[in-house]
């Protein structure tokens, strides 16, 4: 399963909201490796993913387009090269309400640059309103300073109508010629 | 200082179905309330009725293929049938209906009926002097020579000049706009603003006010917003064909951030035209060419992301294009056209 050609990542720090965003845009509910949180993890919700996140969405003539969470700790850091082989695009969510969120997208942004430069990517901005520590001009400096024009959007991650428009994004860029 | 208050709303479009069975109904209920919550004043008659701004009907029915051949030619009719028909005042959307689809059309078509509704109202209503204003709206004898600017031309000078004003259109509540704190306040509903949004400039009245005047925060019935919201949505309403500022169609232009599309309104084309944008400098004529997206809607786009802050012209050449190692692989090209049909953008 994990091979399968058809992937897109969803990705982000612990807390971020991968799994309820690919629950929102899936045609089944995820199957998820959630286990009760014991380290830090433990500070910010009670069950964390140890090994990813999966579900699919069904196209029209039947094929699937596997969705895959990437767990979000740093020590779990050699499984997302594993999920993101042979994967067509990359979903980053970063939730606004982490102590250095702008800091949390580069990050991520360049552990997956070697993916993102075969593919795309697109920035959901989680949890805002609640303890805000960017706005989102913020991102999009830190962006347009990396010379990296990536779409960011805030993101209710429950919203499927949300999670609709990453997708849409991630597609526009990638079926651009 | 209070925002004025007054309770009349604009006109809202009427919706009507005829002849569409369960499956399609239930969509076309999910897109207007999904249209209504995106703040357009809209209202449904019923699914056995020919009377709408807007008719959606089903082809393939008995009752619809009657009503096809009954309705006024001003009518909007959004044609649900096995396959896409053409004609004028007509959208054709083939089956099985999506409703992420429906939406999108929905959406679009009833901002455009809103459009000319808006600009029908204000001309009705009378101007309104207010005593002690400074009254930068044309006389109505010298309606023309504003060509046809609207609310968008006011709030744009009030962003470029960080000017603090009032703006008024009569039976409307005012709205405050802040250009320096990038804010605007007013006790209009989200329907009202999108009417004052489109209404010619000739119809407001605009006044000079204090900093201090401006609301520092909501109260009542007064919100705040950011100003760059409206902005963008004003410049999405205007559909004048022309471009705002001194860019012209050859210009290479260039995005310096995507606008953020989950917290504004968007046609899906801004996907690709920002898409296309984000990568390389082009002009407007060139992304044309590229994208297929027809000028007018080019345009607007610009328009709107100009206004925020979102356009580079004639960027620095000598920043590098951001380059994909993609390869051309017609597998993944046709998984690509797959997900869009699926996400109802094909």
Redesign the interface.
Known sequence: MLFET?KIIFTGPVGAGKTTALGAISDVAPVSTDVAATDSTKQMKRTTTVGFDYSY?????G?R?HLYGTPGQDRFRFMWKILSRTG?GLVLLVPNDHEDPVGQMEFYLDAFSDFI????VVIAITRSGINDNAQ??DY?NK??ER?????????DARSS??V??????L??????? | MTVSSNELSPTPVVISSIGLEDDNLSAVMDAIEFVKNKGVACRYLGNDDIKGHLVILDLESDAGKTAFEQLRPGQVKLVISEEKIAGKNLVSLAKPVKVVALKTLIERICSQIEIQLASLAPKKQAAVKAANTTNTAAPASDKNDSCDETAFHVLYDAKRTQKVLKMNVNGYPSVLVHGKGNSLATEATQEQLRTILATSKDNIIVEDIEASDFPAAPSGKTALSPLDSSLWAAGLLWRSGALIDKCGPDQPVKLKAWPNFTRNSFFPEHLSLSAALAVQALSLNKLHETTKVPMDEIICFFNAAYSVGLIDINPDHSAPAVTRTVKNDTNRQGLLSKLAHRFGLA
């Open positions: 058809d969405i069904k196209l029209n003539d094929k387009v067509i430069k075969k593919t795309g989102i001009s999009q962006l347009y010379q990296q024009i990536y779409p960011v959007f805030e993101v109508n949300d609709n428009i990453l997708i849409h994004a597609l526009a860029i990638l079926m651009q010629e």
